[in-house]
Every structure is written in C-alpha cells, then in structure tokens.
C-alpha cells in the first residue's frame, strides 16, 4: 500500500484492486475514493487480429470479437481489375458493399473505338449505340461537314447543310453566296424598269418585276390617302362647330319662349353629335 497526506476525509490510499483480466501489472492504479468501477481493465495491451494477422491496441477489457481491423490496405477489385484503398474489415467481411470510383476504361463497339467514361461501378453497357462521345459527322445528301455534333451511338440527324456555296445565277449575271440547302435563286435587288409604271423594281432578282406591288407607287398612294383623310377631318370640325354655333346670339328677354325653344334645339344637336 502507498499513502498520501490526508488533506480531507476522502481515503488517499491507491486502489491497487485487480481487475477481471487477473494481470498484476494492471491493478486499479486510481485513489481509494472517490468509489469507481473496478470491473473493467482500461490498461492499453497489444491485439493482433486472427484473420489479417495486423496489430493494433485496445483496452484490456474490449472483447476480442467486438474489434475491427481498420487499417487501410490496397485491395484489387474482381469484377474490373481497379485497385482500391479500403479499411481491412470492410474487405474481409463487407466486400460486396466496395464500389469502384474509379472511370471504366473499357472500350465501346463503335467504329471509333471510344473509351468508356461512365464510373466504372455504374451500370452500363459498351455497345456501339451506348456510345457518348461527342463527334462531327457529314451530311449524307452532299457529303459537307454538319455545323453541329452528334452523339457517337444516335443515327444521323436530319439537319441542313450551312456550308457555303457561290453560284453564278446565268440570266441576272448576279454572283450569289447561297447555303448548300437553301434554293438556287438570286436574291439580288432586280432594279429593273416597271413594266407597268416605269419605277425601278424592288423585287429580288429571282422574282417577276409584276409579281408584288410596285414600292414607290404604293408609298405615293399611301401619302395620298393620308393627305385626304387629314383634309376630311379638319372639314369634319369645321362642320361641327357651325352646327354647335346658338341660335340666340342676339340679345333677347330672358322671359321670352324663344330663349327657351333656342336653348333646347341646342341640347339636342349636342346629344346628336
């Protein structure tokens, strides 16, 4: 027994109590009081692990069974070949819970070849139409190269051709810049002389001169028009106004049933107009 100066009513003697493990080296080293639990072995000893055979520590009083080896091993997954670091209980006892993170490097069935890039644990296939790169393709019809790309695995789509083209447009003599799918036509102003009316045509060169109106005699008409209108409501006011003019401008007695019969033809125009 080893004493300590007594500085209170708590006993300062040490413990020294065995524990269940029966070690003499890990007697209870704590003060006799306050009370504590002398049932569990808090010593730190050795363990190595039966299965992997790696060492680590624990309390003496932890069960063997209730221990699990987490020290990080580098494992080679079965199902793709990919190395993985995972924790040594996992691999031993939850190996179908690993997933493979890593990218599938297998190759699609296509006529490129891709490289898959889906995440190796997902599940997907390799065939030529699972394939999603992105790549340029041409347009069957005339063999220029698409504006835009396609997926690797999708058929063709049915787009329209944007490559440029110069066509020389024989009766016009106009050099046109067309797209390859839009229509052989010329698109240049005709500025031709108007059968009709002698104005030059706005037309594009591809279309008869009579084919749409004639621009400056439509403009012309439309400022006629306009002209007219404004002229016809400015006589409208003046009508208005000499209708609303009173009947008894002159001076009358207030009395007399002129007044009277002046001032309700008046109401009644107003309610007319």
Not at 50 to 57: A, G, K
Not at 180 to 195: A, G, T, V, W
Request: hydrophobic share 25%; proline share 4%; net charge positive.
């Amino acid at each position: 027994m080893y004493y300590v100066q007594n500085n209170n009513n708590w006993c300062k003697v040490i413990c020294n109590s065995s524990f269940p493990c029966g070690i003499e080296k890990h007697r209870c080293k704590q003060l006799c009081t306050p009370r504590h639990d002398d049932s569990k072995c808090r010593a730190m000893v050795k363990f190595t692990f039966i299965v992997c055979q790696h060492t680590t520590t624990k309390h003496c009083y932890i069960d063997e069974k209730d221990m699990k080896c987490k020290t990080k091993i580098l494992v080679k997954l079965p199902r793709c070949g990919h190395e993985k670091e995972v924790e040594c209980h996992v691999w031993f006892f939850e190996k179908n819970s690993v997933i493979c993170t890593e990218f599938c490097s297998k190759l699609y069935d296509c006529p490129y070849q891709h490289k898959c890039g889906e995440i190796c644990s997902r599940s997907h296939e390799h065939f030529a139409e699972n394939c999603s790169v992105k790549i340029d393709f041409e347009i069957p019809k005339c063999k220029h190269k698409a504006h835009r790309q396609k997926l690797c695995g999708e058929p063709i789509p049915d787009v329209k051709c944007m490559f440029k083209l110069k066509i020389y447009k024989g009766n016009c003599g106009h050099e046109q810049s067309l797209k390859c799918s839009e229509k052989e036509e010329c698109k240049h102003i005709c500025n031709k002389l108007r059968p009709d009316c002698g104005h030059p045509c706005a037309n594009i060169c591809s279309k008869s001169c009579l084919e749409e109106d004639c621009q400056i005699c439509t403009e012309e008409y439309q400022k006629s028009l306009d002209a007219a209108k404004k002229l016809a409501e400015e006589q409208l006011k003046i009508c208005k106004l000499n209708i609303a003019k009173p009947e008894f401008i002159k001076l009358l007695p207030m009395s007399t049933s002129e007044m009277v019969d002046s001032i309700h033809a008046k109401e009644k125009m107003q309610y007319v107009l």
